[in-house]
């Protein structure tokens, strides 16, 4: 996402700041260490390489990231505000239900068609969050962010609340079980295609009550 045109929610959301040149550098950092994870890898990245993408020094770097999980951490938040920002947008001109939940199973996917390098970065999220409570905890806040906006949608669909809960919870796992493998994997599927399949499976869930 170009910085020029980045919406100002989501410096907030991200750095929990309003926007300003220090922020706008911190967002070049970010998408330059978020293709080198896409390109070289996790272990590839230093300081000193990062500040040579995007013609900083290495001591500029770490004047805005002090250590490399906090750099690790901003690039999820910041691939997940992106998700969200096209998610929410997808979503705004919808009307009824159905609309809503379709648009808002669609949105990951037009995420990572429209910024596929963020799959890499979640992907190693993923991973951390195997090992690390503390990665795990902000996974568990995306996670929940999740279902409520399904919840939200799944008003109005005759289903009681207790049954909209694991319905709402069923779907978000599906969404980021097809993403991950499709991501991960020589998937048969195009992503297009795929999309398409999880939507069709979501009301499915919803349709047997």
């Known amino acids: 996402?170009?910085?020029?045109?980045?919406?100002?929610?989501?410096?907030?959301?991200?750095?929990?700041?309003?926007?300003?040149?220090?922020?706008?550098?911190?967002?070049?950092?970010?998408?330059?260490?978020?293709?080198?994870v896409a390109s070289d890898g996790i272990d590839h990245?230093?300081?000193?390489?990062?500040g040579k993408r995007v013609k900083m020094n290495r001591t500029h770097v770490a004047y805005y990231f002090a250590n490399r999980d906090e750099l690790i951490?901003?690039?999820?938040?910041y691939?997940?505000?992106?998700?969200?920002?096209?998610?929410?947008?997808?979503?705004?001109?919808?009307?009824?239900?159905?609309?809503?939940?379709?648009?808002?199973?669609?949105?990951?996917?037009?995420?990572?068609?429209?910024?596929p390098k963020h799959a890499s970065v979640m992907g190693l999220f993923y991973y951390l969050?195997?090992?690390?409570?503390?990665?795990?905890?902000?996974?568990?806040?995306?996670?929940?962010?999740?279902?409520?906006?399904?919840?939200?949608?799944?008003?109005?669909?005759g289903l009681g609340h207790k049954r909209s809960v694991e319905v709402a919870r069923q779907i978000q796992c599906l969404m980021a079980g097809v993403l991950n493998s499709f991501f991960s994997s020589d998937y048969p599927v195009p992503l297009a295609q795929l999309r398409r399949q999880t939507v069709k499976?979501?009301?499915?869930?919803?349709e047997r009550g």
Request: hydrophobic share 40%.
């Open 201 to 206: 499976a979501a009301f499915d869930w919803v």
């Open 1 to 36: 996402m170009d910085t020029a045109s980045f919406p100002h929610a989501l410096y907030h959301q991200i750095f929990d700041i309003k926007p300003g040149r220090g922020e706008a550098r911190k967002v070049k950092i970010v998408e330059a260490f978020i293709d080198l």
């Open 73 to 77: 951490r901003t690039a999820v938040r």
């Open 129 to 157: 969050c195997s090992c690390d409570p503390s990665y795990r905890e902000l996974q568990n806040s995306i996670r929940s962010m999740g279902e409520a906006r399904i919840l939200s949608c799944l008003k109005g669909s």
């Open 79 to 115: 691939a997940v505000a992106v998700g969200q920002h096209i998610t929410i947008g997808h979503t705004q001109a919808a009307t009824g239900w159905r609309e809503k939940l379709e648009c808002v199973v669609e949105g990951p996917f037009h995420w990572m068609e429209r910024h």
């Open 45 to 50: 990245i230093s300081f000193e390489t990062l």
